[in-house]
């Protein structure tokens, strides 16, 4: 049974129109994240929410936003894409935040293509 | 600063053990983990080792860690067909930092 859903799975959008990707978790998890995966690259945290708190990485551009309108959703929202932010996007989901040490289940992820 | 290292590729012939490697920086990591994504997937949690332990056994993987020198591996007995993927090394230090993955090709 899917615990971690993401929709699309392949996302095509033009340079600089916004997009959204979606994820939707059937763990009744606390904490949402969103991670940046470019091609042959780690994956790269770009902000988390707990519960309703949300968490930006330091480094996250402010072109990227989220919301989390409830426990099971959270959406990622690019604001005006580049070519740059062509990449996987994967959403995870934990139990609780303790210092990052409760596992982290993946969706399949979404591959973002900007033309 | 955060860094976790691993080797980019591996080849192995079906029915061989497959052994990738990690090597992490932070000490004070409670948990470390490894993920296998395969193409065009997201990440599966394979196995994850706690900080005090030196191995964990799970039926084909075997993982060993050496907290002196930060050394990570996994150990895939009987390596198939099947394992072919990418398989990520992570710690847990204020967040998951992953390594960039070790690309493991299994050929007959």
């Known amino acids: 049974d899917a615990m971690v859903i993401q929709n699309p799975r392949y996302q095509v959008t033009q340079f600089g129109k916004p997009v959204t990707l979606s994820c939707s978790q059937t763990l009744n998890h606390n904490v949402m994240y969103w991670y940046q995966q470019k091609s042959s690259q780690a994956p790269k945290l770009l902000f988390h929410?707990?519960?309703?708190?949300?968490?930006n990485e330091a480094d996250t551009p402010d072109n990227f936003q989220s919301r989390r309108p409830n426990t099971s959703f959270c959406f990622l929202d690019i604001r005006s894409p580049g070519l740059g932010d062509a990449a996987m996007y994967l959403c995870?989901?934990?139990?609780?935040?303790?210092?990052?040490?409760?596992?982290?289940?993946f969706g399949p992820g979404t591959r973002l293509t900007v033309l | 600063g955060e860094d976790v290292e691993q080797s980019l590729f591996l080849s192995v012939r079906e029915g061989d053990s497959s052994v990738i490697n990690c090597t992490y920086t932070?000490?004070?990591?409670?948990?470390l983990y490894w993920y296998k994504q395969e193409p065009g997937a997201g990440l599966q949690l394979l196995t994850y080792?706690?900080?005090?332990?030196d191995m964990k056994q799970d039926q084909r993987l075997t993982v060993l860690l050496n907290k002196k020198d930060k050394h990570l591996s996994l150990r895939i007995a009987d390596t198939q067909t099947g394992d072919s993927a990418i398989y990520f090394c992570a710690e847990s230090f204020n967040k998951l930092i992953f390594g960039a993955g070790t690309r493991l090709a299994v050929h007959p």
């Open positions: 932070d000490s004070s990591s409670t948990y």
């Open positions: 929410y707990y519960d309703k708190d949300f968490n």
């Open positions: 080792i706690f900080s005090n332990m």
């Open positions: 995870a989901t934990s139990r609780e935040l303790t210092d990052y040490t409760d596992t982290q289940y």
